[in-house]
C-alpha cells in the first residue's frame, strides 16, 4: 500500500509563514506529479501548486509570489512554504501524488488526509 501523510499545519497569524509537508510511504517504484490541494469550509476544493518528477512546478494565481513548492524525491516528501498568509488562505490542506507502486506498470492517485491551516489574529 502507499500512503501520504501531511504534517506542518496550525493557527498563524496573518502575514505569518507555515511549512507544509507531504511524506509519501509505502512499496513506492516512483511518483510522477505531486500536488497541493486546499478546501476552505463552505467551499469547493481548489488546486493550490504542483511538482513533477523533474521538478517543474505550477501554482494557481492567488498564491503566485506567496507560497513555493518543492520536493525531495530522495524521500519521497513534498514541501509547500507558505509565506505572506492571508485570512483567506484558511483552509484544509491536501497533497496528492501519482504513484507507480512496485510490480506494477501504472501510475494510480493517492490522497493524504489533510492538515489544517488557520490564518487569523
Known amino acids: 500500500q502507499v500512503q501520504l501523510v501531511e504534517s506542518g499545519g496550525g493557527l498563524v497569524q496573518p502575514g505569518g509563514s507555515l511549512r507544509l509537508s507531504c511524506a509519501a510511504s509505502?512499496?513506492?517504484?516512483?511518483?510522477?506529479?505531486m500536488n497541493w490541494y486546499r478546501q476552505a469550509a463552505g467551499k469547493q476544493r481548489e488546486w493550490v501548486a504542483s511538482?513533477?518528477?523533474?521538478?517543474?512546478?505550477t501554482y494557481v494565481g492567488s498564491i503566485k509570489g506567496r507560497f513555493t513548492i518543492s520536493r525531495d524525491n530522495t524521500n519521497n516528501t513534498m514541501y509547500l512554504q507558505m509565506n505572506s498568509l492571508k485570512p483567506e488562505d484558511t483552509a484544509v490542506y491536501s497533497c496528492?501524488?501519482?504513484?507507480?507502486?512496485?510490480?506494477?506498470?501504472?501510475?494510480?492517485?493517492?490522497w493524504g488526509q489533510g492538515t489544517q491551516v488557520t490564518v487569523s489574529s
Open positions: 496528492s501524488a501519482s504513484v507507480r507502486r512496485i510490480g506494477s506498470s501504472r501510475y494510480v492517485s493517492y
Open positions: 511538482i513533477s518528477s523533474g521538478l517543474i512546478t
Open positions: 509505502g512499496n513506492i517504484f516512483s511518483i510522477a506529479n
